[in-house]
Nanobody
């Protein structure tokens, strides 16, 4: 099985940046697409960004132009670079294996602990 561990969250002011990391261990050769999801208080969990094994990407409209998802397969790590953060980005961020980077609800594994991102005004 594959385990994914999120890190890199923290508290930043509006307009600031953070880079989240999703480190994989276990049977990493089976990993294809990976997605970053977030859940804000009182809201449903949503896909933020997804990436295929060969680097194709998909973003939710609200983060386009601000967030960049990338991966380093040699390091078994997926990143989410978040720039121009605003308070609406405050949420717990999770990474999860996906069947395809274009299908947000078809997932492998289970939800982990996530990493908290808090953006202050």
């Amino acid at each position: 099985q594959v385990q994914l561990v999120e890190s890199g969250g923290g508290l930043v002011q509006a307009g600031g940046s953070l880079r989240l990391s999703c480190a994989a261990s276990g049977s990493t050769s089976s990993i294809n697409a990976v997605g970053w999801y977030r859940q804000a208080p009182g809201k449903q969990r949503e896909l933020v960004a997804a990436i295929s094994r060969d680097g194709k990407t998909n973003y939710v409209e609200s983060v386009k132009g601000r967030f960049t998802i990338s991966r380093d397969n040699a390091k078994n790590t997926v990143y989410l670079q978040m720039n121009s953060l605003n308070p609406e980005d405050t949420a717990v961020y999770y990474c999860r294996q996906m069947v395809s980077y274009t299908t947000p609800t078809l997932l492998f594994g289970s939800w982990g602990q996530g990493t908290q991102v808090t953006v202050s005004s």
